[in-house]
């Protein structure tokens, strides 16, 4: 009998409540395990779409550094380069009135130093911001205007002159300032951007972001010294 009863006890099993206990231990676990997985899948795409904004500006951002520091560049001392409001017909398609324009700039550089303004896209040098499009567009002598860089949300441009005090005029431009924001190029579910970005005067370089809330965005901003002086 005792050897009967002995070996009912070892087949006896779990209860209910142990089962009770087993599932809702079970249950945390996996839920721990959930939320660290999400939690690091979520960092990586944001890492991710940073990374693509980033290296969708990079060289844009590398190239109009490096065009802006040879602006007025002119060897034979012509006097024929530099900041321009228009280019000489039939490239006068367009007016920069650097009063009020702070989204567009234009000028010549004497890239093959015979003093003479050239229409070819190395001395016909202009940048502008393309709202409808969402991007950085360069001036081609040939082909007009081209997209340099897609989603950009808002690009300014800042003038200085050799004392550091800002200037529309450009025969006294001696410092650039180039502020771009760069944004996601699809919106983010549950994520909500209220950011307002400005370039270091305080100005709002995009008064408009608020409206699309749901795109991750970053703002670059630097200030390039022409090279050759006024």
Known sequence: MRLEQRYQQQQRGFSLIELSLVLVLSSVI????????????????????????????????FIITRELRSARYDPRQSGNFGFVTRFNAPHDTFTVNYAVDTEIIAFTVDADRDGTVDATPAELIAYRFNRTARSLERYNAGNGWQALAEDIDGVHFAYYDN?????????????????????????????????????????????????????????????????NPV
């Open 30 to 61: 996996v839920a721990a395990i959930y939320q660290t997985f999400h939690t690091q899948q979520k960092t990586y795409q944001q890492q991710n779409v940073l990374a693509l904004m980033q290296q969708n500006v990079r060289a844009s951002t």
């Open 163 to 227: 004392a550091g005090v800002a200037t529309t005029n450009p025969g006294l431009m001696s410092y650039v300032e180039v502020s771009l924001v760069i944004r996601s190029g699809t919106q983010e579910v549950g994520y909500t951007n209220t950011h307002a970005y400005t370039n270091k005067g305080g100005q709002n370089i995009c008064p408009y972001c608020a409206a699309e809330p749901h795109h991750r965005r970053q703002l670059w901003s630097t200030t390039v010294q022409i090279r």
